[in-house]
């Protein structure tokens, strides 16, 4: 079966009980059992819920994947993931990564004795040289949040298992839509469902999915012990979103494209970052490991321009954070999602008050494009 | 010699009907959202179609949700009813039940205190097709009087809104039955805690669960329980109409149940504190409010019912302007239609439903501009009556 029609079948879709099309939603705390330990499959919903069990096998399905592992939110699905890990473990991580990633690596994991290296995972022999002999995982965003740097998946899985360690792909910017780190030699894919997944910007949740057995149950045992686990509403809400993923994303995607190519030829725009334009930097190692470039980009507003009245300036696209939605999103990252960041780091990073990131939504790319060529005049206008 | 209905409580609330789901042990019924109900085959279909098969669910939404039945089931043990039927709203629940059961040439008889969408759709609507309805009072002798041979059905709410008289039930049972009438009663104001009409007799028993039932007053429901030779009949209409509960209500609305009995103690509690309250008031003329002993029909609904509920109607020593000061003051009810959710909430009756009548004809409906309807919820009766009190002071 190919992947749209996967996105529309998922593995025991349909109820076997009442030929219900779609998976009750089994709001439930407790499952009464016949005798003690003796149940019929479930006991407690932070341990299992049917509802929750079939967005699992949904997303391992999808993913290329054996297990699927859910959590309330994409950050949650992240902490997971680094409970992995002990104290004294080492972690190499994509420079420019997430705020919100960013800012539990450096601010909460550290405390339990796991440090991080941030690293520009572009570039292999950056990776090679960060290594250190306590190393134990690799936790990559390619494309990365906001930067859009792409990381070569295949590569780096062959690496880390050469120096045994695992690698963690967060995909949230392609979906398993458009890239399949499991596909590539990743041992885990990490996604904020909250974006593309869901898309209707009306839930929180993150799943990881793996092949390996034993990560997966290690996953399982963390999801239960640690509890941070989605709702049967929110997970039945999350699938009935992923059943539009391709249809919505190939849209976005589309004019994406559009948008991208009319910034470029904008004098206010110095620079557009979209893995989708063949100028870009990681344009052919993008093409070679995912089925298309998304629906993100971002762009770096020339000097002079306010990015923060230019992003004050749009009506069609929503001010906000998130993206993967429905509805069209801009962001002011260094003021907004990477606010954890020190200002210096920015600087640093290149991640400046004049880059704008965009994801694009459903609504009539005309409309988004003559919204924001009425914000670039607004914002070119003195005072 | 009438019988208070049965008492039942929190252990019924919670447990009756089918309360864990047999194939996971999930003691919350599973929210089914399904539009279709699939087949293993064609075989297995036939099987279903045919009767042989073990299966009781149909094949599509709109005739049977796998929700709605468990909490439909939930609903016909609380009434003592074969069967209950969910709908839409309470309306959907009220115009099914009078489109099945009748037909052109039959006539109606419908007590005059009663939710104006409902005499309206009497009386307007169901005119159409050539049936005719009388508005009588809400006593067994005014019924009597009205039953024609042509009479059909008797429909009526009790306690009524919003003066709450309290018919006879259990003696319009008698007369039905004598006259080859159908007995329905809208028992919204009482719940099943408080008064079962099929226990006295009635046929129908027909709720807007919206109000108490739901109790949170945040879903639109309406339930039909009686027999399963007369209901069935409703349900099958109703997959031909439409008018039908959403699974996730449905979830909802079985929640608040469980809650039922304990809710309704509290709202009565309140009702009984601040009806006492009100009819001691100087600026306040006169308190409907069954457990008063003021009220015209104190004595049957004492010997009916188990409690009163919090529904409190007044008529305030004032204007309409001074009526709306008032309502405007009060701070712990919000101004809106509906009752029976634990948010107490009130209205001046005019606003909703009576606006486009003239003043004239409203006072003959015998709704004047300082009648003032209280839903009380479960906030602390203290709290309740000082808020009435500062808004009273203001009159």
């Given at each position: 079966m190919r992947l749209a029609s996967k996105l529309i079948h998922p593995p025991g879709g349909t109820c076997q009980h009442t030929g219900a099309v779609h998976v009750p939603i089994y709001e439930t705390s407790t499952f009464k059992q016949d005798a003690p330990g003796r149940n019929k499959g479930y006991d407690y919903s932070r341990t299992g819920n049917p509802t929750r069990d079939a967005l699992e096998t949904y997303i391992?399905?999808?993913?290329?994947?054996?297990?699927?592992?859910?959590?309330?939110?994409?950050?949650?699905?992240?902490?997971?993931?680094?409970?992995?890990?002990?104290?004294?473990?080492?972690?190499?991580?994509?420079?420019?990564?997430?705020?919100?990633?960013?800012?539990?690596?450096?601010?909460?994991?550290?405390?339990?004795?796991?440090?991080?290296?941030?690293?520009?995972?572009?570039?292999?022999?950056?990776?090679?040289?960060?290594?250190?002999?306590?190393?134990?995982?690799?936790?990559?965003?390619?494309?990365?949040?906001?930067?859009?740097?792409?990381?070569?998946?295949?590569?780096?899985?062959?690496?880390?298992?050469?120096?045994?360690?695992?690698?963690?792909?967060?995909?949230?910017?392609?979906?398993?839509?458009?890239?399949?780190?499991?596909?590539?030699?990743?041992?885990?894919?990490?996604?904020?469902?909250?974006?593309?997944?869901?898309?209707?910007?009306?839930?929180?949740?993150?799943?990881?999915?793996?092949?390996?057995?034993?990560?997966?149950?290690?996953?399982?045992?963390?999801?239960?012990?640690?509890?941070?686990?989605?709702?049967?509403?929110?997970?039945?809400?999350?699938?009935?979103?992923?059943?539009?993923?391709?249809?919505?994303?190939?849209?976005?995607?589309?004019?994406?494209?559009?948008?991208?190519?009319?910034?470029?030829?904008?004098?206010?725009?110095?620079?557009?970052?979209?893995?989708?334009?063949?100028?870009?930097?990681?344009?052919?190692?993008?093409?070679?490991?995912?089925?298309?470039?998304?629906?993100?980009?971002?762009?770096?507003?020339?000097?002079?321009?306010?990015?923060?009245?230019?992003?004050?300036?749009?009506?069609?696209?929503?001010?906000?954070?998130?993206?993967?939605?429905?509805?069209?999103?801009?962001?002011?990252?260094?003021?907004?999602?990477?606010?954890?960041?020190?200002?210096?780091?920015?600087?640093?990073?290149?991640?400046?008050?004049?880059?704008?990131?965009?994801?694009?939504?459903?609504?009539?790319?005309?409309?988004?494009?003559?919204?924001?060529?009425?914000?670039?005049?607004?914002?070119?206008?003195?005072? | 010699m009438a019988m208070a209905t049965r008492k039942i409580g929190s252990t019924e609330c919670v447990h009756s009907g089918v309360s864990t789901c047999e194939t996971t042990g999930s003691v919350a019924p599973p929210i089914v959202h399904s539009a279709p109900f699939t087949f293993e085959s064609i075989g297995a279909a036939l099987d279903y179609l045919e009767g042989r098969s073990t299966r009781r669910q149909p094949e599509y939404g709109r005739m049977a949700n796998p929700t709605v039945t468990c909490v439909e089931s939930r609903l016909a043990a609380l009434e003592g009813a074969e069967k209950a039927q969910l709908f839409a709203s309470g309306m959907a629940a009220i115009t099914t039940l009078l489109l099945c059961t009748l037909k052109s040439g039959d006539h109606v008889v419908l007590t005059s205190d009663c939710y104006k969408r409902t005499r309206d759709f009497c009386e307007g609507s169901l005119s159409k097709f050539g049936v005719t309805t009388s508005v009588v009072a809400p006593s067994l002798e005014a019924i009597e009087g009205a039953i024609g041979s042509a009479t059909r059905l008797v429909f009526t709410e009790t306690p009524t809104n919003p003066f709450q008289y309290v018919v006879d039930i259990e003696g319009l049972a008698k007369l039905g039955r004598e006259r080859g009438v159908l007995t329905v009663v809208d028992s919204t104001f009482a719940t099943p805690v408080y008064l079962r009409p099929l226990e006295f007799g009635i046929d129908l028993v027909v709720h807007s669960a919206t109000k108490y039932l739901g109790g949170h007053?945040?879903?639109?429901?309406?339930?039909?329980?009686?027999?399963?030779?007369?209901?069935?009949?409703?349900?099958?209409?109703?997959?031909?109409?439409?008018?039908?509960?959403?699974?996730?209500?449905?979830?909802?609305?079985?929640?608040?149940?469980?809650?039922?009995?304990?809710?309704?103690?509290?709202?009565?509690?309140?009702?009984?504190?601040?009806?006492?309250?009100?009819?001691?008031?100087?600026?306040?003329?006169?308190?409907?409010?069954?457990?008063?002993?003021?009220?015209?029909?104190?004595?049957?609904?004492?010997?009916?019912?188990?409690?009163?509920?919090?529904?409190?109607?007044?008529?305030?020593?004032?204007?309409?302007?001074?009526?709306?000061?008032?309502i405007d003051r009060l701070k712990i009810p919000s101004l809106g239609p509906s009752l029976g959710g634990v948010e107490s909430l009130v209205e001046q009756v005019i606003l909703f439903g009576y606006l486009d009548i003239p003043p004239e004809e409203r006072q003959r409906l015998g709704v004047p501009d300082n009648l003032v309807r209280l839903s009380l919820g479960i906030e602390n009766t203290e709290d309740i009556i000082a808020d009435l009190q500062q808004a009273l002071n203001d009159v």
């Open positions: 391992a399905h999808v993913e290329s994947g054996r297990h699927g592992v859910s959590f309330s939110s994409g950050m949650a699905a992240i902490t997971s993931c680094l409970m992995l890990l002990r104290a004294g473990d080492h972690l190499i991580a994509t420079a420019g990564l997430y705020g919100g990633t960013y800012r539990l690596l450096t601010q909460v994991i550290e405390d339990f004795g796991i440090f991080s290296s941030f690293v520009d995972t572009g570039d292999l022999a950056a990776i090679e040289a960060a290594f250190t002999s306590s190393t134990k995982a690799l936790l990559v965003e390619t494309p990365s949040n906001p930067l859009m740097r792409i990381s070569d998946i295949r590569a780096i899985a062959a690496l880390a298992h050469r120096r045994g360690a695992l690698l963690m792909v967060d995909n949230t910017f392609m979906s398993p839509w458009l890239q399949r780190p499991l596909e590539l030699g990743a041992d885990l894919v990490i996604e904020s469902a909250t974006k593309f997944l869901n898309g209707h910007s009306d839930v929180l949740a993150g799943l990881v999915s793996t092949n390996d057995d034993g990560l997966a149950r290690r996953l399982k045992q963390i999801q239960n012990a640690v509890g941070a686990v989605p709702s049967p509403l929110d997970c039945w809400l999350l699938m009935r979103g992923m059943k539009t993923l391709a249809v919505r994303l190939s849209h976005e995607q589309a004019s994406a494209g559009r948008i991208a190519e009319w910034l470029s030829r904008r004098p206010e725009v110095e620079r557009v970052l979209y893995p989708g334009l063949e100028t870009f930097d990681g344009y052919e190692v993008h093409r070679a490991q995912a089925d298309g470039p998304g629906a993100v980009l971002s762009f770096v507003l020339g000097d002079g321009l306010n990015a923060g009245t230019f992003v004050s300036s749009v009506s069609v696209w929503t001010l906000a954070v998130s993206l993967g939605a429905v509805e069209s999103i801009i962001t002011q990252p260094s003021r907004m999602t990477h606010l954890s960041y020190p200002r210096e780091e920015l600087a640093r990073l290149g991640l400046s008050d004049n880059l704008v990131r965009l994801s694009v939504g459903l609504e009539d790319p005309d409309d988004l494009i003559a919204d924001l060529e009425t914000a670039l005049d607004l914002t070119r206008k003195p005072g | 007053n945040d879903l639109i429901a309406g339930v039909v329980a009686g027999r399963a030779e007369l209901v069935q009949p409703i349900a099958d209409l109703l997959a031909t109409l439409g008018g039908i509960c959403d699974p996730t209500t449905a979830f909802l609305l079985g929640r608040g149940v469980k809650t039922l009995a304990l809710r309704m103690a509290r709202h009565s509690a309140n009702g009984q504190a601040v009806a006492e309250f009100l009819e001691g008031h100087p600026r306040v003329r006169k308190v409907f409010y069954p457990g008063l002993a003021s009220h015209p029909h104190h004595a049957i609904a004492r010997k009916l019912m188990l409690g009163f509920g919090g529904v409190v109607t007044f008529l305030l020593d004032a204007d309409r302007e001074g009526t709306a000061r008032f």
